[in-house]
């Protein structure tokens, strides 16, 4: 039998890898990428939650997160785009500019 | 046992591909892990019933999404590697302690965080019984009790389009 507390289970595991993966890489696509599926993790609770509680309204929420989350991968590559154009480089060890 | 056996296939999948996504040197192989675990995890929304969802998510981050990050993998040019050059400064053991952390709050959070199951509360309230389909369903909430935030997200959505057009343009 499959319960809510096995969906959380697997959503906090890929919560923690995307978690991991933001703390330890280096190269800021692959930080983007661990940003998705932190947002992925979010959304499999959502879902799982809306089946448990048959009612659809997670799966309104999830669309919502789908939502932010393109438009956080459009913004966020343009601000890699526009700062490789500048600096020639994708790793966040180097991109100091604002650093106080 | 069926329900059992799908669930920790996908999720052993969704899992593995997650950590070949962070771990992978090639950035262009971790995004083809990224277009696969987008898919399995496609599948599981399928088994909660969500195929809306699913195929959203299907059209939206393996179809659109990866494709961007595609974009910009070939766009810019990783001849040199990204993680070469190393920060002094760079504490590197303290995301995994940081990682840590959150695991372990995650963890106190699921043992005393218990709350007894909540029982099905059914569908919407107000919502007509001749809805029944997942995508019927979806829609109706979006266009009556969820129409606003849908508006707002749609509004974010050119905003972001058009940031995304400022920022990568070489001058206005």
Do not use: C
Not at chain 1, 16 to 29: A, F
Not at chain 1, 54 to 74: L, S, Y
Not at chain 1, 79 to 84: C, D, N, S, T
Not at chain 2, 60 to 80: E, P, Q, S
């Amino acid at each position: 039998m499959i319960t809510p507390t096995h969906y959380m289970l697997l959503s906090a595991a890929l919560f923690m890898i995307g978690v991991v993966g933001v703390l330890t890489r280096r190269n800021i696509i692959i930080i983007f990428m661990s940003i998705e599926l932190i947002l992925n993790a979010v959304n499999i609770n959502l879902i799982a939650f809306s089946a448990q509680l048959q009612n659809a309204i997670g799966q309104v929420f999830a669309v919502f997160v789908i939502a932010v989350a393109a438009a956080e991968a459009a913004v966020g590559l343009g601000i890699i785009l526009a700062f490789y154009r500048n600096k020639e480089t994708v790793n966040i060890d180097e991109m100091n500019l604002m650093r106080w | 046992m069926g329900e059992a056996i799908a669930f920790y296939t996908l999720a052993a999948f969704i899992l593995g591909f997650a950590v070949l996504v962070v771990t992978t040197k090639d950035t262009v192989h971790s995004v083809l892990f990224l277009v696969l675990d987008f898919l399995f995890v496609a599948a599981l929304y399928v088994m909660l019933g969500a195929q809306f969802l699913a195929a959203i998510q299907i059209l939206v981050y393996a179809g659109g999404i990866v494709v961007l990050y595609l974009f910009v993998v070939m766009l810019v040019n990783l001849k040199r590697p990204a993680e070469v050059h190393v920060d002094p400064n760079r504490r590197g053991q303290m995301g995994f302690w940081l990682s840590a952390a959150v695991l372990g709050e995650l963890a106190l959070i699921s043992a005393w965080g218990y709350v007894a199951p909540a029982p099905p509360v059914g569908s919407v309230v107000g919502m007509p019984a001749s809805i029944t389909g997942n995508t019927e369903q979806v829609g109706w909430l979006l266009y009556t009790s969820y129409l606003i935030p849908f508006e707002i997200a749609s509004m974010l959505l050119l905003v972001a389009m058009i940031g995304a057009i400022v920022l990568a343009k070489r001058e206005l």
